[in-house]
């Protein structure tokens, strides 16, 4: 099975950036499916962006136009760069692949969750 690990929080001032990367690792995954979440303390967890298998990609409101999501060209690196960082930006960010492909292309649930990465922006 596929496992996915994300890196790159930190604490950062407000109007700052931060690039979150997602690795998948331990299983083949062609042409994934892949969402970024957050999760602040006490709330629950939500949408923040997603990318599909073709290369479409959506995001929530609160983060349209600050947020960009990517997947590199060997498809085993998801990012997040995050910029214009606010405090309510605050929250666990949690990557998931949600399907993969077969090298033949025959697409598969994975609905793969890593442990997370801190991001703290302050005022």
């Known amino acids: 099975q596929v496992t996915v690990a994300e890196s790159g929080g930190g604490s950062v001032q407000a109007g700052g950036s931060l690039r979150l990367s997602c690795a998948l690792s331990?299983?083949?995954?062609?042409?994934?499916?892949m969402t970024w979440y957050r999760q602040a303390p006490g709330k629950g967890r939500e949408f923040v962006s997603h990318i599909a298998n073709d290369g479409s990609t959506n995001y929530a409101d609160s983060v349209k136009g600050r947020f960009t999501i990517s997947l590199d060209n060997a498809k085993i690196m998801l990012y997040l760069q995050m910029n214009s960082l606010k405090p309510e930006d605050t929250a666990m960010y949690y990557c998931?692949?949600?399907?993969?492909?077969?090298?033949?292309?025959?697409?598969?649930?994975?609905?793969?969750w890593g442990q997370g990465t801190q991001v703290t922006v302050s005022s």
């Open positions: 331990g299983y083949t995954c062609y042409d994934p499916d």
């Open positions: 998931k692949i949600d399907r993969c492909r077969t090298y033949g292309g025959d697409p598969y649930l994975v609905d793969t």
